[in-house]
């Protein structure tokens, strides 16, 4: 069973940083894929940013330039960093890793507001 828990959320102004962080209880190369969704309330989840097992990354367009997904396979954990934060980034941030199935985090809020 996989499990993935993420950390690093909070309030933060606009223009702020943060960096979300996702351990996995296995090797993070191990998966085909991981990455970050984002959810607000009455919405659907929207994809945030992808890494394949060989490195490929895709953004969704609302913050390419302003977010960087990266891992580390020493610690097995995925890294979400976000510069340039936006008060329309305000959401709960999910991590997931998809091997013979998708596999979710338990969330971390993100909210953006001075």
């Known amino acids: 069973q996989v499990q993935l828990v993420e950390s690093g959320g909070g309030l933060v102004q606009p223009g702020g940083s943060l960096r979300l962080s996702c351990a996995a209880s296995?090797?993070?190369?191990?998966?085909?894929?991981v990455g970050w969704y984002r959810q607000v309330p009455d919405k659907q989840r929207e994809l945030v940013a992808t890494?394949?097992?060989?490195?490929?990354?895709n953004y969704a367009d609302s913050v390419k330039g302003r977010f960087t997904i990266f891992r580390e396979n020493a610690e097995n954990t995925l890294y979400l960093q976000m510069n340039s934060l936006k008060p329309e980034d305000t959401a709960v941030y999910y991590c997931y890793a998809d091997q013979l199935q998708r596999y979710w985090g338990q969330g971390t809020q993100v909210t953006v507001s001075s």
């Open positions: 890494i394949t097992r060989y490195g490929v990354t």
């Open positions: 296995g090797s993070i190369f191990s998966f085909i894929g």
